[in-house]
């Protein structure tokens, strides 16, 4: 069966500095595609980023970016220039490509300090 | 502006009751799914409906059951509350398609039971 790990239950970053959130998966498919959610203090869940695992290139929204490793299995973001807003649960998600499900990280608690 | 509404945001029960959480979408999508989020262990999937009248199983479905009765509306029902199910619940709907189609998630509803 599927699973995502995100092995930092909580991290915390300066105010414009740079930080990494790792999340490892397995799977023996080929074809998937990888989420990154956002769910900030009583607020709504949201994306953040999403990558096809067929692509090599790897996707970037403004200052989030991912580092997609196929071999590895690993899929971690990266937040540059942090920010106040930034602070929130991160989660890590798993999609096969015939599925509507997705298999969810337990998630990243991200906190910024001013 | 398109959204995922849900009925309540926080709500209190006594063991034994028979709970209804709603969650209505008007971006008509296909896919609905109900969510049980709990520190530490990420979203767990309670039930999906890829269509009206259909439903299926996630990994948590015991002590669960949903109703899909038109396109825009999925209802979770416990149908004796107990004080293991206080949790976070949070809905999503999604399109059929593959691919990156991402989810949209209403606010959550904050459930006790006593």
């Known amino acids: 069966a599927q699973t995502v790990t995100q092995s930092q239950p909580e991290m915390s970053v300066q105010e414009a500095e740079t930080v990494t959130l790792s999340c490892t998966y397995d799977?023996?498919?080929?074809?998937?595609?990888l989420f990154w959610y956002k769910q900030p203090p009583s607020r709504q869940m949201i994306l953040v980023i999403r990558q096809e695992a067929y692509k090599q290139q790897n996707a970037t929204e403004n200052r989030f970016s991912v580092n997609f490793q196929k071999a590895a299995k690993s899929f971690s973001l990266k937040i540059s220039d942090s920010q106040l807003g930034d602070a929130a649960m991160y989660f890590c998600?798993?999609?096969?490509?015939?599925?509507?499900?997705?298999?969810w990280g337990a998630g990243t608690k991200l906190i910024i300090k001013p | 502006d398109v959204k995922v509404t849900q009925s309540s945001r926080y709500l209190v029960k006594r063991t034994g009751e028979k709970v209804f959480l709603e969650c209505v979408q008007d971006m008509d999508h296909e896919n609905m799914f109900w969510y049980r989020q709990d520190p530490g262990l990420g979203l767990r999937l309670i039930y999906f409906s890829y269509d009206v009248k259909m439903k299926e199983k996630g990994d948590i479905p015991e002590g669960y059951s949903v109703s899909r009765e038109k396109k825009e509306r999925f209802s979770l029902i416990l149908e004796s509350a107990s004080t293991n199910q206080t949790s976070m619940y949070l809905c999503?709907?999604?399109?059929?398609?593959?691919?990156?189609?991402?989810?949209?998630f209403g606010p959550g509803t904050r459930l006790t039971v006593l």
């Open positions: 998600a798993y999609r096969e490509d015939s599925n509507y499900q997705l298999i």
């Open positions: 799977t023996s498919e080929s074809d998937y595609y």
């Open positions: 999503a709907s999604s399109f059929h398609t593959s691919g990156l189609t991402r989810h949209l």
